[in-house]
């Protein structure tokens, strides 16, 4: 065998997540193993439940994060919440809302679907429809921020409907996340998930989640048993609950927990409104330098979010021809459509770390210069100045 360490290439990532991972955080994982029981690890995981309360603009005494991807965060929501024979209300508009309708099945639910049209918010009216048709429903689930699509759905009023029908919310906010304005106390979301990589810029591999005290009061008076054994917040709890008291349920990733607690520190500098005007700045940019382009975008203005975007793909671009050329000249990643929107656009992620006008002014002037190369109808030499007047 003549194997050797991998070596990865230096890439800027600008796709859907995981997003560039602040250097910061991958010194902090590098530092030294300690046990998961360790009391200087425990006073860590206080910190690190204290920092996401910040995140999520919460209270909830029941917040951490999960050893697992966001994927993981979606499905302790549902195995938690969901008894078999429930019925939950599930708003799809994109690639997600199908997960969470596959999540109540699994967990013996029904699930009554609210289905839009890809690309736009989560129509408020059907829901109220549905919410109106279904009076024992029990949770109404929706994306806050449809990855897949780059639309942002209205969650306050998304909320406040679920709650004047008595039924509990699960909201996905796993891009939405330190990206776009998210106050889980505010508009009384009970059950949330969320992930590391995207705009946290934290690696991949770990789910924040929060649940209020109703959640809670539901999980605690289940007749069932919740029937995945690592995701019962039950157990969990006996090692993340609180107390000096802990109790072995599985190793935590431990270097990786280092991870976010150093990326929540930078949260915490920067400050949240910050970050949130951060992405908005930097989304500003680059839909001028990409609209100057001649690209329009697919999710209606005021429906969009800056963290993602969406763009058409020109007539007659060979769209995998392009990604292909940005990665290997440019070492620049942008993600490609998914599900029903796979062929149709480009995905351009401003997460996080990522989401800085060196990458915008990178991004436009690369895109320009490989379309312009491929003959493609777009006006070239003009998306870069257009993006610098917006920092001016
Ligand atoms: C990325 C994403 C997920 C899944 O997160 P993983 O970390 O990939 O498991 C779930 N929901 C949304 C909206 C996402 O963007």
């Not at 997003?19 to 200087?40: F, Q, Y």
């Not at 006073?43 to 029941?62: H, I, S, V």
């Not at 449809?146 to 409907?161: C, N, R, V, Y």
């Not at 709650?163 to 979301?189: F, K, R």
Request: net charge negative.
């Amino acid at each position: 065998m003549s194997i050797q360490s991998f070596h990865p290439p230096v890439r800027t990532l600008m796709g859907p997540g995981p997003s560039d991972v602040n250097p910061r955080i991958l010194e902090a994982m590098g530092r030294p193993t300690i046990g998961h029981l360790d009391p200087v690890f425990v006073t860590m995981m206080e910190e690190m439940k204290e920092l996401l309360r910040y995140a999520f603009q919460t209270d909830n005494k029941l917040t951490m994060p999960v050893s697992a991807p966001g994927s993981a965060g979606m499905e302790m929501c549902f195995v938690n919440l969901v008894e078999p024979g429930d019925k939950v209300i599930v708003c799809q508009n994109g690639v997600f809302g199908g997960r969470m309708k596959e999540n109540v099945e699994r967990s013996g639910g029904t699930a009554v679907m609210v289905e839009d049209t890809w690309g736009v918010a989560v129509d408020p009216a059907k829901v109220e429809e549905a919410l109106k048709a279904n009076p024992d429903a029990k949770i109404l689930a929706f994306v806050h921020a449809e990855t897949s699509t780059g639309a942002i759905s209205d969650a306050k009023t998304l909320a406040e409907l679920a709650h004047q029908h008595d039924c509990l919310v699960i909201a996905d906010t796993v891009t939405s996340l330190a990206g776009v304005p998210l106050m889980v106390d505010d508009w009384q979301l009970d059950a949330v998930y969320s992930g590391t990589q995207k705009c946290l810029s934290c690696v991949p591999g770990l789910s924040p989640v929060t649940f209020n005290q109703r959640a809670v009061d539901v999980i605690t008076s289940r007749k069932t048993t919740v029937q995945s054994w690592f995701l019962d917040l039950n157990l969990v709890l006996g090692y993340w609950g609180g107390g000096v008291k802990r109790a072995y349920h599985h190793t935590a990733p431990i270097n990786t927990l280092y991870g976010l607690h150093e990326a929540l520190v930078i949260l915490q500098e920067e400050g949240i409104e910050n970050s949130w005007a951060r992405h908005q700045k930097n989304h500003d940019a680059l839909r001028t330098g990409l609209e100057a382009m001649g690209l329009s975008f697919v999710v209606p203005e005021g429906q969009r979010l800056p963290q993602l975007n969406a763009v058409s793909i020109p007539d007659g671009v060979d769209e995998a021809a392009v990604r292909g050329a940005l990665l290997s000249e440019y070492n620049l990643e942008i993600g490609a459509g998914l599900g029903a929107m796979a062929g149709k656009i480009w995905r351009i992620g401003l997460m996080g770390f990522a989401s800085n006008p060196t990458n915008v002014l990178f991004c436009l002037g690369a895109l320009d210069a490989v379309l312009s190369g491929m003959k493609a109808p777009i006006t070239s030499g003009v998306a870069v100045e257009a993006a610098r007047a917006v920092y001016r």
